[in-house]
């Protein structure tokens, strides 16, 4: 059975940082296009950042740019979302998703994505 498993979420101070994974069981990510969303309570779920799997380009939401970075590892077969500079409107639950072989390109559309993970909590607060 395919599924995602986040990991590396917590609670950090503002400014802190910290790295999300997003590990795969049963397929291979590396041929997959992955996002970042995420949910604060009461919000509707956002799309925090993508990377595409035909060419390795990235998308980001405007108020992370130059915050927070997604990359993958292919051989641990897990994608990370680098989180720096953190703010406490942040604060929210993390999923990665994938989207379906045929889709190569980078989406911010969570409706586009086909897999998900249970996602992890991150909170920001001093």
């Known amino acids: 059975q395919s599924h995602l498993v986040e990991s590396g979420g917590g609670l950090v101070q503002p400014g802190g940082s910290l790295r999300l994974s997003c590990a795969a069981s049963?397929?291979?990510?590396?041929?997959?296009?992955m996002g970042w969303f995420r949910q604060a309570p009461g919000k509707e779920r956002e799309a925090v950042s993508c990377?595409?799997?035909?060419?390795?380009?990235?998308a980001y939401q405007n108020s992370v740019k130059g915050r927070f970075t997604i990359s993958r590892d292919n051989a641990q077969n897990t994608v990370y979302l680098h989180l720096n500079s953190l703010k406490p409107e942040d604060t929210a639950v993390y999923y990665c998703?994938?989207?379906?072989?045929?889709?190569?390109?980078?989406?911010?559309?969570?409706?586009?994505?086909?897999?998900w993970g249970q996602g992890t909590q991150v909170t920001v607060s001093s």
């Open positions: 049963g397929f291979t990510l590396d041929h997959l296009t």
């Open positions: 990377i595409s799997s035909s060419d390795g380009n990235t």
């Open positions: 998703a994938a989207r379906s072989f045929q889709f190569r390109q980078c989406s911010m559309e969570s409706h586009e994505y086909d897999y």
